[in-house]
């Protein structure tokens, strides 16, 4: 491997880092232990959702759906993309008041959005429960299938000379990887960018993996339109501890509808839990009571890498020299992996970036 | 193998059957072939015939994605195949 750049990690991160690195005339090398886009990048809903938890998600979420706008482009198909926008679900009055104060915060960053009464949220998603307070439609949201994405960002680095090689890192030393079969690869700058497996390398990241649960329908087209997310969602989805569920659904492009989302931590065991598949489809139901009738034909989980703060790492990384860390993105890693990729490849070559960088910067955790 | 005392539509189609035979069987007699189409709208038709391959999956009495191979015939049964739209 004669490179400048070592990118560990072939999902949809790694491989946004090494087209946007390649891009920029770096060689670069990327090293995988399993298939490209197998990890965390498919087991997701592979959603694009602007998320406005805090500014610099909102910044950096925001910038990302721009950069997916251009990436997809007039060829939506390749990467199963759909502009189904979301509609965030409001339950009582209270939620209804988050969710103008939502649309506010999201308008102020040009973001199209659109309340909705109760009459305007059943007309265009009929399978509602009926009593809901309203909802929040965001328009530009959308979702892709991730690991043909990734492929296509690999596909690209390629063409610009970029290598792959499916190995095993054992270590990470100064400007330099050790892999399984014991060979020592040299580089100028390291990316790792290996989601909730990054800890198991630098034990002393601030990563914790958060399983998730989601289950996959057979095709029953228009059952549902738009992404449907509960508002209820983010207190849920962001508390400190402690198994969570909330009501995500989407309508995939073949017809079949995704049902989301589960959260649990303290746990690396993969397999499914029927107790807590039977959670989160239960609390999904009690928002679309007629999912009970669909067939699901697929259950599966997966590990987001979560950081304590919930932005992800993006930056320089003192604990070995040349490395550089381009992970911990927890549910929102599909997301914001174009302008992860923009902002890793501008500080490693010292240029301005579009939005400041400070906020994911991994020596925040350093003090 | 003259006690034809079932009588279902497919599709269009009506058809007499025989106690005990599965709705593929009957998709079968009645001359059809496809069951359902694939995402790409290419037909597909049972292949295993005891519920694994999931490629026999029609509409039983407005019910999508019921295995005909697991399915016996009814009386007064309505099962629409590919033929007929369903997916």
């Known amino acids: 491997m004669n490179a400048d750049v070592i990118v560990i990690g072939a999902g949809i991160v790694g491989a946004a880092c090494a087209d946007a690195l390649s891009e920029r005339g770096l060689r670069v090398a990327v090293i995988e232990q399993d298939i490209p886009g197998g990890g965390a990048t498919a087991a997701g809903m592979g959603h694009l959702v602007v998320m406005d938890d805090n500014a610099a998600e909102l910044a950096l979420s925001a910038y990302s759906l721009s950069l997916w706008k251009d990436l997809v482009g007039d060829r939506p198909q390749r990467h199963e993309y759909s502009g189904c926008g979301t509609i965030w679900i409001a339950a009582d009055e209270e939620e209804m008041q988050a969710a ?12 199209l959005c659109e309340m909705l009464t109760p009459a305007a949220l059943y007309a265009r998603e009929p399978q509602l429960r009926a009593g809901l307070a309203g909802g929040l439609l965001v328009r530009g949201d959308g979702l892709v299938y991730p690991p043909k994405t990734t492929r296509i960002l690999l596909d690209r680095a390629m063409r610009r000379g970029a290598v792959t090689r499916r190995a095993t890192v054992t270590a990470i030393e100064d400007n330099c990887v050790m892999l399984n079969d014991g060979s020592r690869h040299l580089a100028q700058h390291i990316v790792l960018a290996a989601g909730a497996r990054s800890s198991a ?19 029953y087209p228009g059952f549902v339109k738009h992404q449907l997310v509960e508002l209820g969602y983010i207190k849920s989805a962001h508390a400190p501890s402690g198994d969570s569920v909330a009501f ?25 839990e029927p107790a807590m598949l039977q959670r989160m489809l239960r609390h999904a139901a009690r928002f679309t009571p007629r999912l009970t009738e669909l067939n699901i034909v697929r259950t ?11 932005l992800p790492l993006i930056g320089p990384c003192d604990a070995r020299r040349g490395l550089w860390l381009a992970t911990g993105h927890e549910g929102l890693g599909i997301t914001t ?8 490849a501008a500080q490693i070559q010292n240029e301005t970036t579009r939005i400041p960088f400070a906020p994911y910067l991994p020596g925040r955790f350093h003090d | 193998m003259t006690d034809l005392s079932i009588t279902l539509h497919i599709d269009a189609r009506s058809i007499s059957v025989e106690p005990g035979v599965t709705v593929a069987a009957a998709i079968a007699l009645a001359g059809g072939g496809v069951t359902r189409l694939s995402v790409h709208g290419h037909p597909r038709a049972p292949l295993c015939g005891m519920g694994v391959c ?28 590919a033929s007929e739209g369903a997916a």
């Open chain 1, 100 to 111: 103008m104060e939502k649309a506010q915060n999201l308008a102020g960053h040009g973001l």
């Open chain 1, 201 to 219: 390398l630098l034990p002393a990241l601030p990563i914790e993996p958060k399983k998730g649960h989601l289950a996959i329908t057979d095709r």
């Open chain 1, 248 to 272: 995500n659904l989407q309508p995939r492009p073949t017809g079949q509808i995704l049902i989301g989302s589960s959260r649990q931590f303290d746990t690396i065991d993969p397999a499914v």
């Open chain 1, 300 to 310: 599966w989980t997966g590990f987001r890498a979560a950081t304590p703060d919930g």
């Open chain 1, 337 to 344: 992996s174009l302008a992860t990729a923009q902002l890793l």
């Open chain 2, 54 to 81: 999931q490629e026999c999956r029609v509409t039983i009495d407005g019910r999508a994605h019921q295995l005909s191979c697991q399915t016996l015939c009814a009386n007064g049964m309505h099962v629409l195949t």
